[in-house]
């Protein structure tokens, strides 16, 4: 049975937006289905989010999937980067993932998050050794995610790139999105 786990974003919970619909969508085909609370989503740090998805997930095998929201897309990587060398996954759906640049407010402790996660090492050829197949899915009306965020899921993890008209950050509270088929539809394809 795939195991598929949907991974919130800064701030963000399990019933967040679309992870309802897309948990029970899955669910109704045979997936077993997980969304994690990431502790102290206010304020995401690698050093606690990346081991508590790796609680989650437990054994990563080719029968696991993941989807991510924003940050959480950066947790994914972070994380796969962590798995054993030969150690591969069923792939992973990246929506409005970021690792070059994201557009924030001026708070210090939101530049200094954001600083954390950007700035922090990443070794995209060891995240992909463990990625055979990924989907990064990007609004071209995004106010935090610039498009040119799409290149290093495109040229580092071999990504295939789908840009949505008008979804904003794909936010359940701020962008009305309580449903998100193309999201599914990518999931369905790994």
């Not at 502790?39 to 997930?57: F, M, Y």
């Not at 929506?95 to 070794?123: I, M, Y």
């Not at 050794?129 to 899915?137: E, G, N």
Request: charged share 25%.
């Amino acid at each position: 049975m795939k195991r598929v786990f949907i991974v919130h974003g800064w701030d963000g919970y399990p019933e967040e937006g679309w992870f309802p619909w897309l948990k029970k969508e899955l669910e109704s085909k045979n997936f077993k289905v997980f969304v994690p609370q990431l502790p102290d989503s206010a304020n995401p740090r690698i050093e606690k989010w990346v081991p508590a998805l790796a609680g989650t997930v437990g054994v990563a095998d080719e029968q696991t999937c993941f989807v991510g929201h924003s940050i959480g897309c950066q947790t994914i990587a972070r994380y796969l980067e962590t798995l054993s060398e030969g150690q591969k996954v069923g792939g992973a759906v990246f929506v409005a993932g970021f690792f070059e640049r994201v557009n924030l407010e001026e708070d210090f402790n939101v530049q200094e998050t954001s600083r954390l996660w950007l700035k922090a090492p990443l070794d995209f050829s060891k995240v992909k050794s463990h990625l055979p197949k990924s989907i990064a899915i990007f609004s071209d009306n995004d106010p935090y995610v610039p498009l040119d965020n799409q290149n290093d899921f495109r040229e580092k993890l071999g990504s295939e790139i789908i840009v949505e008209k008008s979804k904003g950050h794909f936010s359940g509270p701020s962008d009305g999105i309580t449903k998100l088929p193309v999201v599914l539809e990518s999931v369905l394809k790994l």
